[in-house]
């Protein structure tokens, strides 16, 4: 291909200042070119497809070593040896009949949907509905892992082949073995085939061993990075993500922020607020959930946090798009995998990006009432809140599980700018308490939100129900400080 991205015999033909050439260059397409092992998948291929083979009598079981050699992969990543090794494929095969692994593939194609990363289809819808042509590239024998890509809706494989004669391998590789370079090169010969720039396409890996192929697009993706990798991403700002987590969201050391935090997150730790937590129990492990919660304090977000920790599960917050605005809280809520809301725009892209959340087994957090309460609505027993919740759970059909949070206003007043954090000789009692999820009908949003609302109600304390007429100073720590 020459420098303009066309193949260079249609030059002479239709020229570079040309209305066909420029027609041309407008029929070119872009594409989104995954790796495999570690990038689309929670670890590598290899045990399943290991497994299977073995289950479908092509191998005689596990090699000596096997288990070692695979943990060393999903723990630090691709390296040469085992890349050897992979080479040495092939020969291993010969003999196999080529139609029985294509058979032992369609088992491996159903088998790894389920180690598949959480956010994995989601990057290929995103990817598909920008009009982007999807390819797997990979090192794994194409017999293998072409039924795969064809269930998760790949249009092409590029992968290594293995030659074989009257449908048994022979014992050699047909063209190239796709890995480093060559995978590289692999890709390009593609792209010029198919009338694919790659200079408005995106590669997606986890491997030093792919930065040619990444260097090759022009919008490379270190996914979950080997150490080398994400030295190199970092100084190239290049992207990186993990798949296993919503876009934007940081990790140290392999850990996210939100759980590197878990453990100070503990209640007697808190100095300045005597915080209890109850129903936590409720919080599912595994697997999505969405926790509705009042709101009556900038603190109700930590708050609720300490709740999260004790059982382990990050939080995806709905938060208002106003705090992305703000250049250093910006960039932790998307560190930490907030979703932003823009109220009043009638827009539904924040329903769509927690559906995508809860469809990764995340949980998401969405306080219904908006924002804070102000003046005599603060003390209003009734809640009221916006539909977003119930459309969401109409949506998803996960389970929706009422949080009432109470006290954290003493904690955090709306006047205030910060915390009362002196406050440690007389802390302010505040109170979590997670309800077990809410049984909706499904047969109306407004219905389904009331359901809610009154779940929510049901988690505070007796005094919320009981009309309290507030002071004039109470009413002032309603409203934002000089409002």
């Given at each position: 291909?020459?420098?303009?991205?066309?193949?260079?015999?249609?030059?002479?033909?239709?020229?570079?200042?040309?209305?066909?050439?420029?027609?041309?260059?407008?029929?070119?397409?872009?594409?989104?070119?995954?790796?495999?092992?570690?990038?689309?998948?929670?670890?590598?291929?290899?045990?399943?497809?290991?497994?299977?083979?073995?289950?479908?009598?092509?191998?005689?079981?596990?090699?000596?070593?096997?288990?070692?050699?695979?943990?060393?992969?999903?723990?630090?990543?691709?390296?040469?040896?085992?890349?050897?090794?992979?080479?040495?494929?092939?020969?291993?095969?010969?003999?196999?009949?080529?139609?029985?692994?294509?058979?032992?593939?369609?088992?491996?194609?159903?088998?790894?949907?389920?180690?598949?990363?959480?956010?994995?289809?989601?990057?290929?819808?995103?990817?598909?509905?920008?009009?982007?042509l999807l390819v797997l590239a990979t090192t794994t024998p194409y017999d293998l892992v072409a039924p795969f890509?064809?269930?998760?809706?790949?249009?092409?494989?590029?992968?290594?082949?293995?030659?074989?004669?009257?449908?048994?391998?022979?014992?050699?590789?047909?063209?190239?073995?796709?890995?480093?370079?060559?995978?590289?090169?692999?890709?390009?010969?593609?792209?010029?085939?198919?009338?694919?720039?790659?200079?408005?396409?995106?590669?997606?890996?986890?491997?030093?061993?792919?930065?040619?192929?990444?260097?090759?697009?022009?919008?490379?993706?270190?996914?979950?990075?080997?150490?080398?990798?994400?030295?190199?991403?970092?100084?190239?700002?290049?992207?990186?993500?993990?798949?296993?987590?919503?876009?934007?969201?940081?990790?140290?050391?392999?850990?996210?922020?939100?759980?590197?935090?878990?453990?100070?997150?503990?209640?007697?730790?808190?100095?300045?607020?005597?915080?209890?937590?109850?129903?936590?129990?409720?919080?599912?492990?595994?697997?999505?959930?969405?926790?509705?919660?009042?709101?009556?304090?900038?603190?109700?977000?930590?708050?609720?946090?300490?709740?999260?920790?004790?059982?382990?599960?990050?939080?995806?917050?709905?938060?208002?798009?106003?705090?992305?605005?703000?250049?250093?809280?910006?960039?932790?809520?998307?560190?930490?995998?907030?979703?932003?809301?823009?109220?009043?725009?009638?827009?539904?892209?924040?329903?769509?990006?927690?559906?995508?959340?809860?469809?990764?087994?995340?949980?998401?957090?969405?306080?219904?009432?908006?924002?804070?309460?102000?003046?005599?609505?603060?003390?209003?027993?009734?809640?009221?809140?916006?539909?977003?919740?119930?459309?969401?759970?109409?949506?998803?059909?996960?389970?929706?599980?009422?949080?009432?949070?109470?006290?954290?206003?003493?904690v955090w007043p709306r006047n205030a700018k910060l915390p009362k954090f002196l406050n440690v000789k007389n802390?302010?009692?505040?109170?979590?308490?997670?309800?077990?999820?809410?049984?909706?009908?499904?047969?109306?949003?407004?219905?389904?939100?009331?359901?809610?609302?009154?779940?929510?109600?049901?988690?505070?304390?007796?005094?919320?129900?009981?009309?309290?007429?507030?002071?004039?100073?109470?009413?002032?720590?309603?409203?934002?400080?000089?409002?």
């Open positions: 291909m020459n420098e303009a991205g066309a193949p260079s015999s249609l030059v002479p033909v239709l020229g570079f200042g040309s209305n066909a050439f420029r027609g041309y260059l407008k029929r070119m397409r872009s594409a989104a070119i995954f790796d495999l092992d570690r990038t689309l998948l929670d670890g590598g291929s290899g045990p399943t497809i290991s497994r299977i083979l073995a289950e479908e009598g092509i191998t005689s079981g596990e090699v000596p070593g096997q288990k070692l050699l695979y943990w060393i992969y999903n723990t630090f990543g691709e390296n040469r040896a085992s890349m050897v090794v992979a080479k040495q494929g092939a020969r291993f095969a010969k003999g196999w009949n080529k139609a029985a692994v294509q058979r032992a593939g369609e088992r491996v194609a159903v088998a790894l949907q389920d180690v598949l990363q959480p956010f994995a289809m989601a990057e290929l819808a995103k990817h598909r509905k920008e009009e982007r890509a064809e269930l998760i809706g790949m249009d092409a494989v590029l992968a290594t082949r293995y030659d074989d004669t009257n449908g048994v391998y022979n014992g050699t590789i047909a063209g190239r073995f796709v890995w480093y370079g060559d995978k590289r090169d692999e890709v390009a010969d593609w792209a010029a085939a198919n009338n694919v720039d790659l200079a408005d396409s995106y590669a997606y890996s986890d491997s030093r061993y792919d930065v040619p192929m990444l260097r090759s697009v022009g919008n490379p993706v270190a996914v979950n990075p080997d150490p080398r990798l994400r030295v190199l991403a970092e100084l190239s700002r290049w992207e990186i993500r993990y798949l296993d987590a919503p876009p934007g969201v940081r990790r140290v050391a392999g850990v996210e922020l939100q759980q590197l935090a878990f453990p100070f997150l503990q209640p007697e730790l808190l100095l300045y607020a005597d915080l209890t937590i109850a129903g936590e129990n409720n919080i599912p492990t595994e697997g999505p959930a969405i926790i509705a919660a009042n709101h009556r304090s900038y603190f109700d977000p930590m708050a609720i946090g300490y709740a999260l920790a004790k059982r382990d599960r990050p939080g995806r917050f709905l938060a208002k798009s106003e705090l992305y605005k703000m250049p250093v809280v910006k960039q932790f809520m998307r560190s930490v995998g907030a979703v932003p809301v823009f109220r009043g725009t009638g827009s539904d892209e924040p329903l769509h990006a927690a559906a995508e959340a809860l469809a990764a087994g995340e949980v998401v957090v969405i306080l219904p009432e908006g924002t804070i309460p102000r003046g005599e609505k603060f003390f209003d027993p009734q809640l009221t809140g916006k539909s977003g919740v119930a459309r969401l759970a109409a949506l998803t059909k996960v389970p929706v599980l009422p949080m009432g949070v109470w006290g954290t206003e003493n802390p302010p009692a505040v109170s979590i308490s997670v309800g077990t999820p809410v049984e909706l009908a499904y047969k109306g949003v407004e219905k389904d939100l009331d359901t809610i609302m009154a779940a929510i109600s049901a988690q505070l304390p007796p005094e919320s129900q009981i009309k309290h007429i507030p002071t004039e100073a109470e009413l002032a720590a309603t409203h934002p400080k000089g409002k």
